[in-house]
């Protein structure tokens, strides 16, 4: 047994075995330009990435990131690594490769080869068997005891004799992942050392990891532009990238500190000063002032002087005036050339906007109940999750729009016993029930008053649940009912999705509950099965019933893992009234203790969008005057009732060249727009006070507003076309974009500033960032209408044509449809 423990010790191997790629690659040893650094142009492996990015932290090497495809003989396979004088494709060449040009990584040791060369080959490959056959998963117990032992002799680095003075070595930083995840498949208990070194290697204070971990949750952006500009990327993050440049330049000891991953610009507070501003310099300079090193650097002012000696030369193609300011930050005027050039664009593209990653992304919306009534909550998060859905499809992530529908409560137990007794020939001579609502209402009523009724509506859960036939089909004539009377509201408000209800999870959850139960994670309580998420919930989940039903948490258990663990999604968003925030909140731990949800390496992150309930102008809970809850349909009925009546008006008052047909069209996109707007362009965290009179007027910031701006500059490129005969496509195909006047240039750099905006919108989940910025992009351009004439300087037209486009793209994405004539 010992002896033959001996022979599969990688180190107690003497000699370099021939590792491939390790020879190939000393023998080709190189030093990086450590002013150059190394270029990474990562790949769809997520984990190899974060690895070698800890491994160039490590080894001092300053890493920039590559975009695009390289054309070269590798395949389309994984990250690889640019690094001046050599290209390295795959993560373990990449790792092998930065290990042994860096300075200060304890690399080269024979032994540390073996156990890399190890991690690959054995470990990671015994972790992929273990999850498909039972054989595999003996191997990996067998891997992982090898580990286990080499720990027993040095627990705090692997390959360091030195137990006093660990240092992290490439095996450690290689093999500490591999072991978090090969450990997925056994119990907190065992192997102890792996478990905490590993930890302690990716977690610990001073990992190398910690640079890492943050990057690739923005999605990928880097430090630095990677020596290209992209303007897609919108000019906040392009004006960062430069500084962080500058940064990591002028100041090489803080480019693998968390705290300076990435300069801090932010847009300048009052338009007289600049564009923006880097409040960097005076962290900076506390950093430097800490390490207590003497510097020529007296003040923070001299910081912000360095940091815009070392801004790179293309950083001259966005930034004009770069000046410092103030105690000691930056102050940048953006390029008039670059406003231009992003004008241009907007004509020839459309806006523009893009994020460094591809996710795919999953939003849990609208979500009503069958049987019941869509209520003004529903329509709070159809409303947003569209919007929101609307955005991450237009930065070009794979979206799906789950419509979560309770379809399987215990409410049905009762429905269908209600509907037997009253219709007892249902099956020959189906009822008509068109008022489910007036049904609901009345089995509720019986529910309630008698408790034999309610023992037999109890019975009804189980055998519905159980497959009865009968149940089976009067519970499907009442979601066919329902789903139908959904679809009208969903079709008003040009709302797209798919639905996977309650029910669809049924099958899903005992499987659920065995895997929980192996891992320890359920307790037993009353005959129910419950559990406890972690000390922050006052509550358990509810996973079994004492009855051996399954409820909502049960549900959304076998949700939430189907979502991350068979769609195989990034983002998991939901989005409901905030008063469920601790059952979700709950179910997001309880994912992360059954080991489903790796945000360790940015690779998933799960949302709750809670918002705030609809108040009545009284401010309180929004109802009828009779006292009962609101009906969606209706309240969408009258504001587009009062938008046709105002159309009417205008029409009849000879302010609107509508006909009554293009009235109607319009009167829709108004009113529908004016609820959805009001919506959007609250907080959702707040709650809000519906008001038709304040939603649908004309001034101020609401859908009929921009709604009229948007018509307005429509009507002034129609008008001079139709009127002035000028050829506004000639004129952007041929001149340039002019931006004389101050309130031109002001709206110039309001249009560039659309995809930061954007991104903003998606990555906090607030729709009422994007009202905000199309609110003040309107403003703009009715302050360079009022200051400039068009018609007379038909030059200006480009500019009013790219506004136009842009109004009508954002009212796109908060799902208003845009018009060009009122
Ligand atoms: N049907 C629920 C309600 O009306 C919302 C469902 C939200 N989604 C979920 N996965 N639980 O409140």
């Given at each position: 047994m010992e002896k033959k423990k001996e022979k599969r010790?990688?180190?107690?191997?003497g000699a370099v075995r021939s590792t491939t790629a390790g020879k190939n690659i000393a023998a080709r040893k190189t030093t990086v330009d450590s002013r150059q650094g190394a270029c990474l142009y990562p790949g769809g492996d997520v984990e190899g990435t974060h690895m070698i990015l800890a491994v160039a932290h490590a080894a001092d090497i300053k890493m920039k990131r590559g975009f695009g495809r390289k054309q070269g003989s590798w395949g389309d396979q994984g990250p690889y690594l640019d690094m001046g004088t050599q290209t390295v494709s795959g993560v373990e060449g990449a790792v092998r490769a930065l290990a042994l040009n860096g300075t200060s990584l304890a690399a080269c040791r024979p032994a540390t080869d073996e156990w890399v060369e190890w991690g690959f080959r054995r470990l990671a490959a015994a972790t992929s068997h273990a999850s498909e056959e039972e054989e595999g998963a003996r191997h990996l117990l067998q891997e992982l005891a090898v580990l286990e032992a080499a720990l027993a002799r040095c627990p705090r680095s692997l390959l360091t004799s030195e137990a006093a003075k660990p240092i992290t070595t490439l095996a450690d930083i290689v093999l500490a992942p591999l072991s978090l995840r090969a450990l997925k498949?056994?119990?907190?208990?065992?192997y102890p050392l792996t478990r905490a070194w590993a930890a302690s290697v990716v977690r610990g204070p001073e990992s190398p990891y910690a640079a890492t971990a943050a990057l690739v949750q923005e999605g990928g952006a880097f430090e630095g532009t990677g020596g290209k500009i992209d303007p897609r990327r919108g000019l906040l993050a392009v004006i960062t990238a430069l500084f962080t440049e500058a940064m990591h330049e002028a100041f090489?000891?803080?480019?693998?500190n968390p705290n300076f991953r990435r300069a801090d610009v932010a847009k300048c507070g009052n338009a007289v000063h600049g564009d923006y501003q880097c409040n960097s310099p005076m962290a900076i300079y506390k950093a430097i002032k800490a390490t207590g090193r003497p510097s020529v650097l007296a003040r923070p002012q001299d910081v912000a002087k360095a940091l815009i000696d070392s801004l790179p030369a293309k950083g001259h193609e966005v930034c004009a005036e770069v000046s410092v300011a103030g105690a000691g930050f930056i102050n940048v005027r953006v390029q008039g050339a670059y406003l231009q050039a992003r004008v241009k664009d907007i004509l020839l593209h459309g806006p523009q906007a893009a994020m460094a990653r591809k996710l795919r992304v999953l939003v849990d919306f609208s979500s009503p109940n069958i049987a019941k009534e869509m209520h003004v909550g529903h329509l709070r998060s159809t409303i947003i999750g569209d919007s929101l859905c609307r955005m991450l499809e237009f930065l070009g992530h794979d979206v799906a729009r789950v419509n979560h529908v309770g379809d399987w409560g215990t409410q049905f137990g009762m429905l269908i016993k209600y509907l037997k007794e009253e219709y007892p020939n249902f099956m020959q001579d189906p009822p008509n029930i068109t008022d489910l609502t007036g049904f609901y209402k009345a089995a509720k009523a019986r529910f309630d008053e008698s408790p034999a009724f309610k023992e037999r509506a109890r019975v009804g859960v189980v055998e519905l649940q159980a497959g009865d036939p009968e149940s089976r089909a009067i519970w499907k004539l009442l979601c066919d009912i329902s789903r139908a009377e959904f679809q009208k509201v969903y079709d008003r408000l040009d709302v797209r999705l798919e639905e996977y209800g309650e029910s669809f999870y049924n099958d899903r959850i005992p499987a659920v509950i065995e895997e929980l139960k192996a891992e320890n994670l359920l307790e037993e309580d009353g005959g129910a099965m419950i559990m406890w998420?972690?000390?922050?919930?006052?509550i358990p989940l509810m996973v079994r019933k004492s009855d051996g039903g399954y409820g909502y948490d049960s549900t959304d258990l076998a949700a939430i893992r189907y979502r991350l663990k068979d769609l195989s999604r990034d983002w998991v968003i939901y989005i409901t009234d905030a008063g469920q925030a601790t059952h979700f909140h709950m179910i997001f731990d309880a994912a992360r203790m059954a080991g489903w949800v790796d945000e360790e390496h940015g690779r998933h992150r799960l949302d709750h969008v809670g918002f705030g309930v609809v108040q009545g102008e009284d401010g309180k809970r929004f109802k009828t005057r009779s006292g009962d809850t609101v009906r969606l349909v209706d309240l969408l009925d009258e504001a587009v009732v009062r938008m046709t009546a105002s159309l009417t008006q205008r029409i009849e008052d000879g302010k609107s060249a509508l006909s009554k047909s293009e009235a109607c069209e319009a009167a829709a996109a108004l009113g529908y727009g004016a609820v959805k707007y009001a919506d959007l362009k609250q907080n959702p965290g707040t709650d809000y006070q519906f008001s038709y009179d304040r939603m649908l007027d004309t001034k101020g910031d609401t859908a009929i507003y921009l709604l009229f701006t948007c018509a307005r500059f429509h009507s002034i490129l129609r008008k001079a076309e139709e009127e002035k005969g000028i050829d506004v496509k000639a004129l952007e195909a041929g001149g340039d974009v002019v931006l004389e006047h101050p309130t031109e240039r002001a709206l110039a750099l309001e249009l560039a500033q659309f995809a930061e905006a954007l991104q903003q919108a998606v990555l906090e989940l607030m729709p009422n960032r994007l009202t905000s910025y199309v609110f003040f992009l309107s403003a703009r351009g009715t302050d360079f209408l009022e200051a400039c004439h068009v018609l007379t300087h038909p030059k200006r037209l480009v500019l009013v044509h790219a506004t136009a486009l842009t109004i009508a793209h954002c009212l796109e994405l908060l799902g208003i449809t845009p018009l060009t004539k009122i």
């Open positions: 010790q990688p180190e107690r191997v498949f056994f119990g907190e208990h065992e090489p000891e803080l480019a693998g998420c972690g000390g922050k919930h006052q």
